[in-house]
């Protein structure tokens, strides 16, 4: 793409950067939690229904939306993708009020400097990435796999691109036994609580016998007897995680003969909740350099090499279907700044968290005006993702 439009895009977004920063300070301030972002969704939504999106809402939950655009007929169809849900008692300590705006400002420029190209834009609000995952549940309706690419953004300390993300995997264990005197009859009593703790002892065994990157958390949730009391009900909660979605099958399999044997030893019986699993990403390296290309050309703030260990997210899942990455943006002042921190939250209605909005704008739609016009660059993208995937599969029928 020729540095004229590059420049002429950063012009379209700076020009308009009032615009941008005031959505994102007014979503700070909403702080709406997981599931709740009706203000945000509504500000989002009228803003995309004003510039010519067609929009849908509540595709698969009441908060979440899709909004098209399409210039002229054919092309490729390029995805972003935008949270906004902030942390319960905290407030946007994740830096999700500037996705939005992000995606929206990077649309808007697509649409101003590349108009003689056909593509269509789609944008999807994906709501509770925090807790519920969102975007696992909107791919379950059926959205989220019209796309050719996908991109997203997320502030951090540092400008880079994500390579690996934890899959995982949530239970809620209810172990049900036999309440009676601790004192007089103990013997006629059957224990849920010594259930769970020999599944927490037998996973404490399980860590030996498991790869580097395998990450193991439990807690009990509930017990609600008197100490002389032999309890009939423990409710525990269990994540298990690794950087490979197959191998991460192999860890749960050995999961549930825990629970099974720790159950048979203390004559208890249990049910199990399993919450909708996060995958891990499907790295398409092409993709992610295309993205740092952009931002060293922006002289965006802080670019560094790429981070091989994030958290878990439901973005994972969509990369599992569609080739995309996302963007990290430098916006708060401390270099060593983590998510859902005191630092994280201060930034966020700076002047740097700002200019961020502006940088990772500039960056999102220079990469998609790139993939619109070199036809063999997606095609390349969307090769290295077929085969990675193809790859990850042949894994997972050799795990079966």
């Known amino acids: 793409m020729s540095e004229n439009i590059k420049e002429k895009i950063y012009e379209c977004i700076s020009r308009d950067k009032s615009v941008y920063t005031s959505l994102s300070d007014r979503i700070f301030d909403f702080a709406e939690v997981s599931g709740q972002e009706h203000q945000s ?8 229904r004003k510039h010519g ?3 849908q809402t509540g595709c698969a939950m009441e908060t979440d939306f899709r909004a098209e655009y399409m210039n002229l007929s054919g092309g490729p169809t390029i995805g972003i993708l935008v949270e906004y849900d902030a942390l319960e008692g905290i407030g946007h300590a994740c830096g999700h009020h500037l996705q939005g705006p992000i995606g929206l400002a990077a649309a808007m420029a697509v649409r101003e400097c ?3 190209l056909p593509y269509k ?3 999807y609000g994906t709501p509770a990435e925090e807790t519920l995952g969102g975007k696992i549940i909107l791919l379950e309706k059926g959205y989220l796999k019209d796309m050719d690419i996908v991109l997203m953004t997320h502030g951090g300390p540092h400008t880079q691109v994500d390579r690996k993300c934890y899959a995982l995997e949530n239970f809620v264990v209810t172990f049900h036994g036999i309440k009676s005197h601790a004192a007089i009859a103990p013997e006629l009593g059957r224990s849920a609580l010594d259930a769970a703790l020999l599944s927490f002892h037998a996973m404490e065994m399980l860590r030996e016998h498991v790869r580097e990157d395998t990450r193991m958390h439990y807690t009990v949730r509930e017990v609600g007897c008197p100490v002389n009391v032999v309890p009939d009900k423990a409710v525990a909660e269990y994540t298990l995680r ?23 030893m203390t004559g208890t019986t249990y049910e199990i909740q399993r919450d909708r699993p996060f995958k891990s990403k499907i790295v398409v390296d092409r993709l992610n350099n295309l993205l740092m290309k952009n931002a060293e050309y922006y002289h965006a703030p802080r670019i560094a090499p790429p981070r091989e260990k994030t958290g878990s997210t439901d973005f994972g899942n969509v990369l599992y279907e569609v080739p995309g990455s996302c963007l990290r943006i430098a ?8 998510a ?9 209605k700076t002047p740097m968290a700002h200019n961020a909005i502006v940088f990772a704008a500039a960056i999102l739609a220079s990469s998609i005006c ?13 090769e290295e993702f077929r085969q990675k995937k193809q790859q990850n599969e042949s894994i997972s029928v050799k795990n079966e």
């Open 331 to 338: 916006f708060t002042e401390n270099e060593n700044a983590v």
């Open 370 to 382: 790139d993939t619109i016009q070199n036809p063999e660059l997606l095609r390349d993208i969307q």
């Open 242 to 264: 690794s950087f490979d979605t197959s191998y991460l099958d192999t860890v749960v399999d050995r999961f549930f003969d825990i629970l099974q044997g720790a159950a048979l």
């Open 41 to 48: 969704t509504q500000l989002l939504t009228d803003f995309l």
């Open 340 to 348: 859902h921190s005191n630092d994280f939250l201060v930034s966020g």
């Open 114 to 116: 590349l108009q003689d």
């Open 121 to 123: 834009l789609i944008i």
């Open 53 to 55: 999106f067609h929009v």
